[in-house]
């Protein structure tokens, strides 16, 4: 298995090979990659052969699209069946992957389809650094129309809690940004609230993004809606969101998803607002994804627009995101999460991020 293989060990994959046959493969796999191993023109059709039944650590079990095309996701396969989902969403200035740090998920919030459905396993370094090396092979071979045709952001939005598996996700970052050459400012790790891991985040060398998934304002609803909240409460939470933005001076984010009569009052707007501005944060709001497997609803209309309006009467850098590729497939409702990581916004006010195409 190719990915699974650390990219400096890559001489045991194919061995009795020249170094320099090592480099070419690496470059595929890691700098150019492809679909299939047909496509490595430089590598001899023997070795490409042994390659191939192994080049990818799963297999395509879905491929969808919606919008136009403009976003497209993966359910990809482990051999162990463990499912690892992906999706790429194109906009006119960026072209954003959101990928699962593990199958399943062990945190149970109560509006998340992943949290619903449990834990499976983690995911290994190479398969979080597959799922990136994928799509930017099916970007090359399909680019998406107006939209970049390299991957400006990544985003861990997929399934699983990446600080809660922060060895493997460490690892995959080593290899995202030293060997796949990508930048670390274009990468974004959202958390439910592992205090511990953002204190091991900040101490990596790389300046990436934190989001920070909160919902709820006030502890008796952050602990409803998500459990990890008896374990790390909000103060602990924002303390270390603020050593975080110390330490590598980037500001953090908060995610919010708006779910009908919980946390979409004009009270949890003020709250949020106050948080906010105390950790220096950009809030991005995103109207909940119904699914299958909870009772939560979105938040209507007039609330939506009120909470905003809250947000921004109260000081707050807020932006409203729209829910990508709402027209497939309803598994896996937070892959649908539209992100971008840049915040440029210095002085209060809400924007609407383009709706489709
Ligand atoms: N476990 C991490 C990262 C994966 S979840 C975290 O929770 O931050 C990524 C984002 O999707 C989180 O902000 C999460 O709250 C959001 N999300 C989960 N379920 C959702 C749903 N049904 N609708 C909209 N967003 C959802
Ligand atoms: Fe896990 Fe994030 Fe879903 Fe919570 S929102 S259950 S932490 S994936």
Redesign the pocket.
């Known amino acids: 298995m190719s990915y699974l293989i650390a990219p400096e060990a890559l001489d045991d994959l194919i061995e009795h090979e020249p170094s320099y046959r090592v480099d070419q493969l690496r470059k595929w796999l890691y700098e150019t990659p492809v679909l299939v191993a047909d496509e490595m023109t430089n590598l001899p059709r023997p070795l490409r052969e042994t390659i191939a039944p192994g080049l990818w650590p799963f297999t395509v079990e879905v491929e969808q699209r919606a919008d136009g095309g403009a976003t497209r996701k993966w359910l990809f396969r482990a051999p162990d069946g463990a499912s690892i989902e992906a999706v790429l969403m194109g906009y006119p200035r960026r072209t954003t992957l959101c990928i699962s ?1 593990q199958a399943g ?1 062990a ?1 149970g ?1 109560t ?5 619903q459905f449990g834990f499976e396993r983690h995911l290994e370094a190479g398969e979080i650094v597959a799922q990136v090396a994928y799509a930017l092979a099916a970007l090359r071979a399909d680019p998406i129309a107006g939209s970049p045709d390299r991957i400006t952001n990544i985003v ?7 600080l809660a598996n922060m060895d493997r996700v460490e690892e995959s970052l080593r290899r995202m940004i030293d060997v796949m050459g990508i930048g670390a400012r274009s990468i974004t790790v ?3 609230g592992v205090v511990p891991g953002i204190h091991r985040l900040a101490q990596t060398p790389w300046q990436v993004n934190l ?3 909160l ?1 709820a304002a006030d502890d008796e609803l952050r602990s409803q809606l998500v459990p990890l909240n008896r374990r790390y409460a909000i103060a602990d939470l924002i303390a270390a969101a603020r050593d975080y933005r110390e330490v590598k001076g980037r500001r953090v984010s908060i ?1 919010w ?1 708006l779910i009908h009569g919980r946390n979409d009052t004009t009270d949890q707007a003020r709250k949020l607002a106050a948080i906010a501005r105390r950790m220096r944060a950009h809030i991005n709001v ?6 299958p497997l909870t009772a ?1 609803r979105p938040s209507g209309r007039r609330s939506v627009e009120q909470f905003m309006d809250t947000l921004v009467a109260a000081g707050a850098n807020a932006t409203l995101r729209d ?1 990508r590729g709402q027209d497939i497939d309803a598994a896996c ?2 892959l ?2 539209a992100h971008e990581t840049r915040i440029p916004t210095p002085t209060p006010r809400v924007t609407t991020t383009e709706k489709g195409r």
């Open positions: 740090s998920c945190m919030c509006f998340c389809a992943t949290g861990f939005m997929g399934m699983g809690e990446p959202s958390t439910v989001a920070i998934s919902h995610e998803t995103i109207n909940l994804n119904p699914t939560d829910t409702g937070q649908r999460v």
